[in-house]
């Protein structure tokens, strides 16, 4: 294959996965920016989604059930932690990671035991191809970065047209004024915990059918995600779109002309020296 169709691809590739990124990014930036919380099990929680699928795909045969009761399921499930573990040590930082920290251990060993070490695959829902440089190309990928944008503008729009959103930005903003004005801090605290765990298990959902389904894949996914919350700037939404796309495809550049390590090592890199020159990272207003 020649240079042009490679780029093509691997510029392809890199968009669909900095959408998938974006969407884990954002959950974890909602909860950070709103309860300061690093939530070390964010990636267990994308692993759910993958496994939820595998499951509901192999035992149902329904890639499309699982699309839409998956996060469902494990947003619940990211609530009550964040209400059973979380919450009784918010007021303490360090306690918060040390308990996300338990919580990834229990989520990762309760994978375990549901799907087993060996990895697996997901049948791709859309069985259909594209030409697209000589090759042919799954439409079902285009398929997934179109339902990331439309629920990530989508969150967009609920976090800036609602009520609900209107509370999470005032909480954020000053804590006891919006508590003094009426407004169930605890309440949103707890409804942004779920909604985070959601959008996490969602990109596992999407992801499942184009990636290794493993009971611990969420641990290479979390670093990136942490440094696209960080170089995106914490708590901006338009920052984690940004910096999402930008590491992928970057990583997709790079790929063409190193091997896979160590072009995750020059994206990973490039992030680090925006953070040098740039402190604050993107912080895109939106």
């Given at each position: 294959m020649g240079f042009l169709p490679e780029l093509v691809l691997q510029l392809v590739n890199g968009f669909v996965w900095g959408w998938i990124l974006a969407l884990l990014a954002l959950g974890l930036t909602l909860v950070?920016?709103?309860l300061e919380?690093?939530?070390?099990a964010h990636?267990?929680?994308y692993a759910f989604g993958a496994i939820g699928t595998w499951y509901l795909a192999r035992k149902l045969g329904s890639f499309w059930l699982s699309l839409l009761v998956t996060p469902l399921v494990v947003g619940v499930l990211g609530l009550g932690a964040y209400l059973i573990a979380v919450r009784p040590v918010a007021s303490t930082p360090?306690?918060?990671?040390?308990?996300?920290?338990g919580l990834l251990f229990i989520f990762q060993h309760v994978a375990l035991l549901i799907f087993g070490p060996n990895p697996s695959s997901v049948p791709l829902p859309i069985d259909v191809s594209i030409p697209?440089?000589?090759?042919?190309?799954?439409?079902?990928?285009?398929?997934?970065?179109?339902?990331?944008m439309v629920v990530i503008g989508g969150l967009w729009l609920f976090l800036r047209k609602t009520n609900?959103?209107?509370?999470?930005r005032a909480t954020q903003q000053d804590r006891e004024t919006a508590v003094a004005m009426g407004i169930p801090a605890a309440k949103i605290y707890a409804l942004t915990f779920g909604l985070g765990s959601a959008l996490a298990a969602l990109g596992g959902v999407l992801a499942a059918p184009i990636t290794s389904v493993q009971f611990n894949m969420g641990i290479d996914v979390i670093i990136d995600i942490f440094i696209v919350v960080i170089a995106g700037g914490l708590g901006s939404f338009g920052g984690t779109v940004v910096v999402s796309l930008f590491l992928r495809e970057l990583e997709g550049i790079s790929a063409i002309f190193f091997n896979p390590v160590l072009s995750k090592a020059i994206s990973l890199m490039a992030m680090v020296a925006i953070l040098l020159v740039r402190k604050e990272g993107f912080a895109v207003k939106a």
């Open positions: 950070f920016g709103l919380v690093i939530n070390i990636g267990a929680l360090i306690a918060t990671v040390i308990a996300t920290f697209l440089m000589g090759r042919m190309y799954p439409v079902y990928r285009l398929f997934v970065a179109a339902v990331a609900y959103g209107t509370w999470v």
